[in-house]
Nanobody, 124 residues
Framework: QVRLVESGGASVQAGGSLRLSCAVS???????MAWFRQAPGKEREGVAA????????VYADSVKGRFSISRDNAKNTVALQMDTLKPEDTGTYYC??????????????????WGQGTQVTVSS
């Protein structure tokens, strides 16, 4: 059974930073990895994605220049560094793994495995 476990969510003030981590129970070297988020009453949206070998990264326009996705295939982990946080970044953040595609997608159906999520709350 594939498990993804997110950590690092917290409550922070606007302008602050957080680093989310995702630990995966399988070798992720052949998978595209991504972070999605869902705010209350809104649909889940793709935030950032990274290809299997880290050559390609994709970001939602709303987070470009503020968020950075990275991965460590040897440790089967994926991280999301979030800087200059805004109240609109509030939501539950999910880690996802899916078949390798180039470039990686911010499209939820492209991903087969999901974590349970970690809560990020940004106050103004």
């Amino acid at each position: 059974q594939v498990r993804l476990v997110e950590s690092g969510g917290a409550s922070v003030q606007a302008g602050g930073s957080l680093r989310l981590s995702c630990a995966v129970s399988i070798y992720i070297g052949a998978y595209s990895m991504a972070w999605f988020r869902q705010a209350p009453g809104k649909e889940r949206e793709g935030v950032a994605a990274i290809s299997a070998g880290s050559k390609y990264t994709v970001y939602a326009d709303s987070v470009k220049g503020r968020f950075s996705i990275s991965r460590d295939n040897a440790k089967n982990t994926v991280a999301l560094q979030m800087d200059t946080l805004k109240p609109e970044d509030t939501g539950t953040y999910y880690c996802a793994a899916g078949p390798q595609v180039t470039p990686p997608q911010l499209f939820a159906p492209s991903y087969s495995y999901w974590g349970q999520g970690t809560q990020v709350t940004v106050s103004s």
